[in-house]
């Protein structure tokens, strides 16, 4: 099977870094589910907050996809990355609707060390960009 559209403009998107493209991408009715975050994240304007966060903090200079699954409307990407000398592994899980909009985002990370790092850093950027408050750092 060859690369589906929806991920095609993923990759753009994720290793361009182009942020303000994620908007485009995203369903109105899309969730996200993370690693670091007990509760699926609900609604357009959340998700591409997320995900604005996972360009800024993950997708570092180290970070790659390796192998990619795809099905008809989803697709499962393993991505590798190092943040603060952390190496990352983990997978994005990804289903679109047929007007290839993102309607599902799940991300899964291992190991331990790579989720606390991620958290960590994911607090301070959700925190700086005013979408949690800075109480979240306190924990």
């Known amino acids: 099977m060859s690369i589906p559209k929806t ?8 290793l361009e870094r182009r942020a303000d493209e994620i908007a485009g ?5 899309c969730v996200f589910e993370s690693p670091v975050v007990h509760t699926p994240q609900a609604g357009k304007a959340k998700v591409e907050t997320y995900l604005r966060g996972a360009l800024h903090v993950p997708n570092t200079e180290h970070f790659r996809y390796g192998g990619e699954w795809y099905a008809e409307r989803s697709a499962v990407l393993e991505f590798f990355s190092v943040v603060d000398g952390i190496q990352i ?46 109480s979240v750092l306190k924990r």
Not at 25 to 29: E, H, P, R, T
């Open 25 to 29: 991408i995203l369903g109105d009715d």
């Open 7 to 14: 991920i095609e403009r993923w990759h753009r998107i994720a």
């Open 89 to 134: 592994n983990g997978v994005d899980i990804i289903a679109w609707n047929d007007a290839g909009l993102i309607t599902h985002f799940k991300v899964m990370v291992r190991p331990l060390k790579a989720i606390n790092t991620l958290h960590a850093k994911m607090a301070e950027y959700l925190v700086s960009v005013g979408a949690v408050p800075a």
